[in-house]
């Protein structure tokens, strides 16, 4: 299977700061990516995505950045909140199928 | 827009009892995906309906899950017999493109074999 991977399961961060999650992925044929959120007893919420095409997307708050050469794909969020607390997942297309990753659980502290 | 509605939100069995799950997806949405979901882990792909028709199953353990889509809107995931490595979340999804378009989830159902 494919393997969509996140450098840093846990990560804290002060309220107000920026926040930058991270994910590898392995695929170089993967086209389209896309972060999600998913708070405690919910199911994912989209937040963000970003073709292949392109290397940067900006959403309110929310910028992805692509870098096809390494294979990597990071979300960054502006003036993190505490309704920012959540876990996040990448996922990547590659073909007919959606691989997540492991996903990075975000802390934010007021 | 009423979203990805899912029932029931929690069950809990004993193994080798049957479950099943209900879905249904936001109106209008053609395709529709369950996904299993372990803690701490994303999203794991079962089987993929566009319309009635499942296009993609095989993830999904025919032994002894089964998923149906009668008249392409509503879905139902059963697990007979249940097994204790079958304690998961199980999620619903649906996206608008036939093509694998963006995916709205619903909330799940966690299951608890005991």
């Known amino acids: 299977g494919e393997s969509v991977g996140l450098h840093l399961p846990t990560l804290s961060v002060q309220e107000g700061d920026n926040s930058i999650i991270n994910c590898a992925y392995s695929?170089?044929?993967?086209?389209?990516f896309i972060w999600y959120k998913q708070e405690s007893g919910k199911g994912p919420q989209f937040i963000i995505d970003?073709?292949?095409?392109?290397d940067k997307r900006q959403g309110q708050r929310v910028t992805v950045l692509l870098n096809k050469t390494v294979k990597h794909l990071s979300l960054q969020i502006a003036a993190t909140q505490p309704g920012d607390s959540a876990v996040y997942f990448c996922a990547e297309r590659t073909g007919n199928q959606f691989y997540f990753g492991t996903g990075t659980s975000l802390t934010v502290i007021p | 827009e009423a979203g990805v509605v899912q029932s029931p939100r929690y069950k809990i069995i004993e193994k080798k009892q049957p479950v099943a799950f209900w879905c249904n997806p936001i109106?209008?949405?053609?395709?529709l995906y369950w996904y299993l979901q372990n803690l701490g882990q994303g999203p794991e792909l079962l089987i993929r309906y566009e319309n009635e028709e499942a296009v993609d199953d095989s993830q999904l353990p025919k032994d002894r899950f089964s998923a149906e889509r009668l008249k392409g809107v509503d879905s139902t995931l059963k697990i007979q017999p249940a097994e204790l490595g079958d304690s998961a979340v199980y999620l619903c999804?649906?996206?608008?493109?036939?093509?694998?378009?963006?995916?709205?989830f619903g909330p799940g159902t966690r299951l608890t074999v005991l």
């Open positions: 109106s209008g949405h053609n395709t």
């Open positions: 695929n170089s044929a993967s086209d389209y």
């Open positions: 999804a649906s996206s608008l493109d036939p093509g694998l378009g963006t995916q709205y």
């Open positions: 970003i073709r292949s095409n392109m």
